[in-house]
């Protein structure tokens, strides 16, 4: 895995060629329009990484992930199988940046004490589902099917929230972003499916916007069916729900106050804006140890791809070292 110690600082692009971005490397391929493909052409023959004007994939999906013992492999080709999109292997991939963060997080069993940090209130044994995989059930998490099946949804172009955390207190629906946003559209305005009509009209019951408005105009069509799917999945299981959408600092610094007044939110309900760098402080709060180490490192230098100018990006806004996380001051050095 290449972070931002092994990439130039800055690329030369011109309107034919793009430089390999690995440090000290001379190679440079023909340049890529619109849509990234996997080419010789596009090649480095050096590092054989695809490379594009603003990113780069590598030629294994595992070049891009940080844990992938035995038992990490094996959970990643259970998910793989149910996942129905996957671009894991592109250095920019947010799924990669979930898998990486979220894997750690379980193996070091400091999931339970995150979203504590994050809603305030304790919340044991976390089960987490990854893009809807299920390790106890080995297959899509049978909650997840109804609720598709329940809102008329298919099942092969249906919702998938990046994770979904079950604990004994609460049920969680994780919306992870890296470079995209929130701004989501139907490719189908007119398909309703039965969001306005399944669950005995439930849609009344959590949203004080009419559809249009959150899908269309709000262009929230995203996260309007995770908070739709969700609310009556909790609702189901008698569990309080949080939306949490997980973004990066510099990003979606208004959402909340975008998307609460469509919906209607309690002391059960309730939607939050979590970011990267907020967990990137929990780590670091927790004792040293060796993956520890890793995954600070991993945020310190991880790289978010190349500006049209072909300046290096960083992922993220943890240059200072100190950050605030929502309950307590932390200081990182």
């Given at each position: ?49 695809f ?6 994939e ?7 992930l ?16 149910y ?13 990669a ?23 305030n ?23 997840l ?6 809102f008329?949804?298919?099942l ?32 189908n ?28 105009e ?23 729900f ?7 600092g ?14 209607n ?44 100018v072909?300046?290096?990006?960083p ?8 950050l ?10």
């Amino acid at each position: 895995m290449f972070d931002a110690r092994d990439l130039k600082s800055q690329i030369a692009i011109t309107q034919s060629l793009v430089e390999c971005p690995v440090d000290g490397c001379s190679n440079h391929v023909e340049r890529q329009r619109k849509v990234f493909r996997r080419k010789k052409q596009f090649q480095c023959p050096t590092h054989k990484i695809f490379i594009s004007p603003s990113t780069f994939e590598y030629p294994k999906e595992t070049d891009n992930l940080l844990w992938k013992d035995t038992s990490d492999l094996a959970l990643f080709n259970s998910i793989k199988k149910y996942k129905r999109e996957s671009r894991i292997s592109r250095d920019n991939s947010e799924d990669a940046l979930t898998w990486n963060v979220f894997r750690y997080l379980e193996k070091n069993n400091q999931l339970a004490e995150l979203l504590f940090h994050t809603t305030n209130s304790n919340q044991p044994n976390p089960e987490i589902i990854y893009w809807s995989y299920s390790q106890r059930k080995d297959g899509v998490w049978p909650e997840l099917t109804k609720a598709r099946i329940e809102f008329g949804e298919h099942l092969q172009r249906s919702s998938e929230p990046d994770l979904i955390v079950k604990t004994e207190r609460s049920l969680f629906f994780i919306e992870a972003k890296f470079t995209a946003t929130n701004k989501t559209v139907p490719s189908n305005p007119k398909a309703y499916k039965k969001y306005l009509t399944g669950g005995d009209d439930w849609y009344r019951n959590v949203f004080q916007s009419d559809y249009e408005t959150v899908a269309l105009e709000s262009r929230k069509y995203e996260l309007l069916r995770f908070w739709l799917l969700g609310t009556w999945i909790a609702s189901q299981i008698n569990r309080d729900f949080y939306l949490v959408n997980l973004v990066l600092g510099e990003r979606e610094k208004s959402i909340e106050a975008h998307f609460v007044p469509h919906i209607n939110v309690s002391e059960t309900r309730k939607f939050l804006r979590l970011t990267w760098e907020e967990i990137y402080q929990y780590i670091g709060s927790n004792l040293p140890n060796e993956s520890k180490n890793k995954m600070i490192t991993y945020f310190k230098y991880k790289a978010v791809g190349y500006n049209h100018v072909g300046e290096l990006q960083p992922a993220f806004n943890i240059s200072n070292g100190i950050l605030y996380l929502r309950n307590e001051n932390l200081n990182i050095s």
